[in-house]
């Protein structure tokens, strides 16, 4: 079997199907490791009581599933051809073929474009108030974006922020009114309108120390100070490969059945954010990839059942 992805899902599930002898290869890609691997410190993960850094804590994965066979190719699938079984995934010139795939290719934050953002991840900038808000009790945060997601963010950093400011490039929000109504309402958050993030300052300092906006109307620009900054303009799922044979939303998300990992192909599976844009966690992904392998084993036995019947009646 093939798993294609090298994140929190795609880790635990080879993790699993190694233990259980399916003989899993890993095309990790070149950029293994996922959202993680621009994650300072994780301190919500189970198991790791003292917190972890992101990139230490997917080479455990990694190396836990490596313990058990999982095979690794670092380097990233070029193409795929879901038409018949056994599947063939391409990485260049080099064709791999499995009786089962799963897909767990992730998805990643979209970001400002900055590159004094590049240079300050983890070190203020971040892309997950679940994951990150505890590191800002007591500290002024931004929230850039206009959506439901920014207005959740905010509301959610509320609970542990000094202040938090939301900058918006209009004066309209494409978030819902109740959204914006909830963070109106809350006497931490105030609101910045008509607005742009042109540069992420404290580069010098090596944390962030505040922001230059850019006016969208005026063009003027100001500084701000602030602790951190959360970009909460929307996620992109890695699922281009996958668009021609694979159900999906509108999105891009891919879709499985209800209650299992299984797409619209049989024996093709998705786990982790590729196909969940509802929580975005890493042990929601781990458990995702847990899924994936659990119901891999179950169809390659049923496969297996069914030659084994089907050579006994020849």
Not at 89 to 104: F, L, P
Not at 111 to 131: D, F, I, K, P, W
Not at 253 to 262: A, D, G, K, N, Q
Not at 280 to 287: C, L, P, S, W, Y
Request: proline share 3%; aromatic share 8%.
């Amino acid at each position: 079997m093939i798993i294609i992805g090298g994140g929190p899902a795609g880790y635990t599930a080879a993790l699993y199907t190694a233990r259980a002898n399916l003989n899993p290869l890993v095309i990790e890609g070149f950029n293994w490791g996922g959202q993680l691997m621009i994650t300072s410190d994780v301190e919500n993960y189970p198991g790791y009581a003292d917190g972890v850094l992101g990139p230490a804590m997917m080479s455990d994965f990694r190396r836990q599933a490596e313990r058990f066979g999982a095979e690794f190719v670092t380097d990233d699938v070029t193409s795929v051809d879901f038409s018949e079984r056994p599947f063939r995934v391409h990485v260049g010139s080099d064709e791999y073929r499995a009786e089962a795939v799963i897909v767990a290719t992730g998805a990643s934050a979209r970001q400002l474009g900055l590159s004094s953002e590049q240079t300050l991840q983890g070190r203020g900038v971040s892309y997950c108030a679940t994951c990150d808000g505890a590191f800002f009790r007591d500290k002024v945060v931004v929230v850039a974006g206009g959506g439901d997601s920014a207005m959740e963010e905010a509301t959610f950093l509320a609970r542990f922020a000094r202040r938090v400011v939301i900058v918006h490039r209009r004066d309209e929000f494409r978030a819902s009114p109740i959204m914006v109504d909830r963070a109106r309402a809350n006497e931490k958050i105030e609101f910045v309108l008509n607005a742009v993030v042109e540069e992420v300052l404290g580069e010098a300092a090596g944390h962030v120390t505040g922001l230059r906006l850019r006016d969208t109307v005026t063009g003027d620009a100001r500084e701000i100070e602030a602790d951190g900054i959360f970009v909460a303009i929307g996620h992109d799922p890695t699922t281009a490969l996958f668009l021609d044979w694979l159900d999906h939303d509108e999105q891009g998300y891919l879709v499985t059945e209800p209650r299992s990992t299984r797409t619209n192909i049989t024996g093709v599976f998705a786990a982790g954010d590729v196909q969940d844009h509802t929580y975005r966690q890493a042990v929601t992904a781990a458990g995702s990839g847990t899924m994936a392998a659990l119901d891999v084993q179950r169809y390659l036995e049923e496969q297996r059942h069914e030659r084994e019947v089907t050579a006994a009646s020849v």
